[in-house]
């Protein structure tokens, strides 16, 4: 008989913008839920494969470098580069006030200190007047993934905004019966804007796609 684990929410509220919100104690240690959908699992205990550990590996920078992170959520992935290159310059943009809270009341670790920005990042990257090694695009938002994301203007603008060996990642989620179709669709939509692009599924696992673009 299959064990059933009790969830043990720890917050909720409803946000203007996200939606039902929950904090839980879970199985695997603090997790983000947003509608219903897991955003973020702190693993503190029962430990299994992680997508952000798993992420933050595939992604090549170095100790100094230069980081805009589009997209807090429980803020695991900025965790995480932190613990493996603590000098790293991060620049966190997140349209959620009540996210960017909840980041720090239960998901920041106390020694780090990203600079965090709330606003909406697509406006945000259109004006943008600096360059960074890495641009990370991780907005799931009502569900979706938004399509101005994949825009001529924004795409652009994020190219014109990486430094010379800068790279651009960006987070999906494509279900099986549709990888294929789909891997190649977004592989062509980025190879209009970048020289180089690649892709790597994180996990057999889970479903999550990491595309990497460079100029």
């Not at 969830?7 to 203007?16: D, F, L, Q, R, T």
């Not at 983000?32 to 973020?40: D, F, R, S, V, Y």
């Not at 697509?122 to 569900?143: A, G, H, P």
């Not at 994301?149 to 960006?170: I, P, R």
């Amino acid at each position: 008989m299959l064990k059933v684990f009790p969830k043990k929410v720890i917050y909720e509220a409803i946000s203007p913008i996200s939606g039902k919100v929950e904090v839980i104690d879970g199985l695997h240690g603090l997790e983000l839920h947003i509608n219903g959908a897991t955003q973020t699992v702190k693993m503190q205990k029962n430990k299994r494969p992680n997508y952000w550990e798993i992420a933050a590996d595939l992604i090549d920078i170095s100790q100094h470098s230069k980081v805009l992170l589009l997209g807090l959520g429980g803020g695991e992935i900025v965790r995480l580069l932190l613990n493996k290159m603590p000098n790293l310059d991060i620049t966190v943009v997140e349209l959620d006030p009540l996210i960017i809270d909840i980041y720090k009341r239960y998901f920041k670790e106390p020694k780090q200190n990203p600079k965090i920005i709330s606003a909406d990042a697509y406006e945000y990257v259109l004006n943008l007047k600096e360059k960074f090694d890495l641009i990370f695009t991780d907005i799931y938002f009502r569900d979706s993934f938004p399509k101005e994301f994949l825009e001529e203007a924004f795409l652009t603008k994020v190219s014109a905004s990486l430094t010379s060996q800068g790279t651009y990642v960006y987070n999906c989620v494509i279900n099986d019966f549709d990888a294929k179709k789909r891997t190649k669709k977004l592989e062509q939509i980025f190879k209009e804007f970048f020289k180089e692009v690649a892709y790597k599924r994180v996990n057999q696992n889970l479903l999550n796609y990491l595309f990497f673009a460079s100029n």
